[in-house]
C-alpha cells in the first residue's frame, strides 16, 4: 500500500484542508487552486508544467531571484550548526547580531538598530508598541494616538489591519482599534480633481497636520506611510509629497514611521525607499526584500533617537517573538544582502534596468486604456482608463483589473491587479529581454480589455 497523495489530487486535498489567505474559499475550492512546484529566476512552474515570467517576485519580496542555491546553503550550514535559540535571556546567536550590523550598515547613518521579528505584520506591531513607550518614557503620557492612510498597507495582525486603511478589513474585523486615525493618500489619477499633482501633493501631506490639530500635537506619538503604496496599488506619491511629510513631522515632533517592507532592499534603487525620497525616518519596519522571502524574517530599524531612550529610559521592553532574530533565517538574510552586494543589485536598478523598466512601462501610456504609467525602480503601477482625456475610470475597476490580470497570467505572464491598476514588482535581476516580454504580454492583456469591454 502507498497512501502517499498523488499530484494530481493535491488541488481536491487543498480544497478539503487548506483555508488561504486573501482568498474567497468557496470560489477558490470551486476552480480549484493552481499549485506552484519550482522556480529558477524569474520564472515559475505550476503542476501542469506551465511556465510563468513572475513580473511580481513572489508577493513583492523575491528580489535575488529564485534558485540561489547559495542561500539554501547557508541555511543548510547553519541548521546543522545551530538550528535554533532566542534572543530572549541575555543571549544572541552570530548571525541574529551579525545581520543587524549589515542592515545598520545600508540604512544610511541614522537608523543603527533593529529589532528582529518574522514578518512585516510583526514589524508593525513591534513599531507601534514602540512608539509608545518612547513617548511615555519622555513623560508624554497622552501621547499614544497614531496616523495612517487610508488605502495603506502595513499587514494583517489586529494592528496592521487597523493602521491600513483597507475598507474590507476594517469592516470584517470591527476595526481600527482605538488610538488608529487615517488621513487621504496621494493618489492623484483618482483624487486630484483640478489640482496639478504637485498642488496635489501638498494638499494630501497637509490633511496630517490637520488631523494632528485636531486630535492636538500631545496626543500624537506616530505618522506611518508606504514611500509608494504597494498593496494599495502601487501609488507613486507627487515629489511634493514626502518633503511636506517630513516637515510636518518634524514641525509638530511627531515620530516619522516608513513603512520600508516593499521598498526596502533595493526596490527603488536605494537600499531603502525613504532615502529615495530624501527623508529620515525615526522607525521602520522591514521584512520582504530582507531574505527574499526564502525563509520567513523582518524588523524594526530603530533611529539613534528613539534607540537612546529605549536603552536609556525604558528599562525592559515587554515585548517579542520566539523567533525573533532566528539563526537559520538570519543565516539566509545574511546570504540574501551579500548577493544584494556582491552582484550590486541596487545599483543596477538605479542606472541600468530600473530606467530600462521605466521607459517600456511608460511606453504603454500610449495604449487607448491606459491613463497613466508610471515606475520608481521595479515598481510599476498602471492605471486603466475608459476615458484617458479625461480621466474617466471604468465603472466597475475591479472587474476590469481581473479581466487584464487573468489574461496575463494565462498568457504566462504573472502581474497583479489593485481595482483598475496593474501592478509590476519583479526580481531585481529581470533581465532587459525578460521587461520586454511582460511588456509584451501586458500590451497583448490592454488589447483584450480594448476590444471587449466598451464603455
Ligand atoms: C506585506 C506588507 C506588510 C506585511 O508583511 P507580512 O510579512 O505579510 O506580515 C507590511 N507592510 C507592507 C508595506 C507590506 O507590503
Known sequence: MNDAPVLSNLAVIDAAHHIHPFSDMKEL???????????????????????????????????????RKSIAEAAYAQMQELPYYNSFFGTTTPPATLLAQKIAAHTGGNLNRVFFTNSGS??????????????????????????????????????????GGMKLMHEQGNLPIQGVHHIGQPYWYAEGGDLSPAEFGLKVARELEAKIDELGEDRVAAFVAEPIQGAGGVIIPPETYWPEISRICKARNILLVSDEVICGFGRLGNWFGYQHYGVEPDLAPIAKGLSSGYLPIGGVLVSDRVAEVMLDEVGEFFHGFTYSGHPVCAAAALENIRIIEEEGLVERVRDDIGPYFAQAWKSLEGHEVVGQAESVGLIGGLQLAADKSTR????????????????????????????????????????????????GKLRQALDHLRDTVRE
Open 392 to 439: 474617466r475610470r471604468y465603472a466597475k475597476p475591479d472587474d476590469i483589473g481581473t479581466l487584464v490580470r487573468n489574461h496575463c497570467v494565462e498568457n504566462g505572464l504573472i502581474m497583479r491587479a489593485t481595482g483598475d491598476r496593474m501592478l509590476a514588482s519583479p526580481a531585481l535581476t529581470i533581465s532587459h529581454a525578460e521587461v520586454d516580454e511582460v511588456i
Open 29 to 67: 475550492n470551486a476552480k480549484g487552486t493552481r499549485i506552484i512546484e519550482r522556480a529558477e529566476g524569474v520564472f515559475i512552474y505550476d503542476s501542469t508544467g506551465k511556465k510563468y515570467l513572475d513580473a511580481f517576485a513572489g508577493l513583492w519580496c523575491v528580489n535575488v531571484g529564485y534558485g
Open 122 to 163: 510583526e514589524a508593525t506591531d513591534t513599531w507601534f508598541r514602540i512608539a509608545r513607550v518612547y513617548w511615555k518614557a519622555l513623560g508624554k503620557m497622552e501621547k499614544t494616538q497614531v496616523i495612517a492612510r487610508r488605502n495603506g498597507y502595513h499587514g494583517s495582525t489586529v494592528a496592521g489591519a487597523s493602521l
